[in-house]
Nanobody, 119 residues
């Protein structure tokens, strides 16, 4: 089973920046789409950004133009550069990866990293 380990969360003032990283280990197959999701207290988990193995990205309007997702396939690592942060970006951010092996395809999640944006 692939394991995802996130890092880079923390406390930042509104208007500031943070960069999240997520490293995948233990893959016996290929890592397909990777992404970031977030969940604020009392809210459902929501999409932040995804990137395919070929580099195609997708963002919701709430972060478009402020966040940038990228990946290093050689390192099995995905990054999320977050600029112009707003208090409403405060949430636990989770990394997600879709894994394709010979006999199965599955998705896995990281443990989450807290991002807090103060006003």
């Amino acid at each position: 089973q692939v394991q995802l380990v996130e890092s880079g969360g923390g406390l930042v003032q509104a208007g500031g920046s943070l960069r999240l990283s997520c490293a995948a280990s233990g893959s016996r197959g290929s890592i397909r789409t990777m992404g970031w999701y977030r969940q604020a207290p009392g809210s459902q988990r929501e999409l932040v950004a995804t990137i395919t193995s070929g580099g195609t990205t997708n963002y919701p309007d709430s972060v478009k133009g402020r966040f940038t997702i990228s990946r290093d396939n050689a390192k099995n690592t995905v990054y999320l550069q977050m600029n112009s942060l707003k208090p409403e970006d405060t949430a636990v951010y989770y990394c997600n990866a879709q894994i394709r092996e010979i006999l199965r395809t599955y998705e896995t999640w990281g443990q989450g990293t807290q991002v807090t944006v103060s006003s």
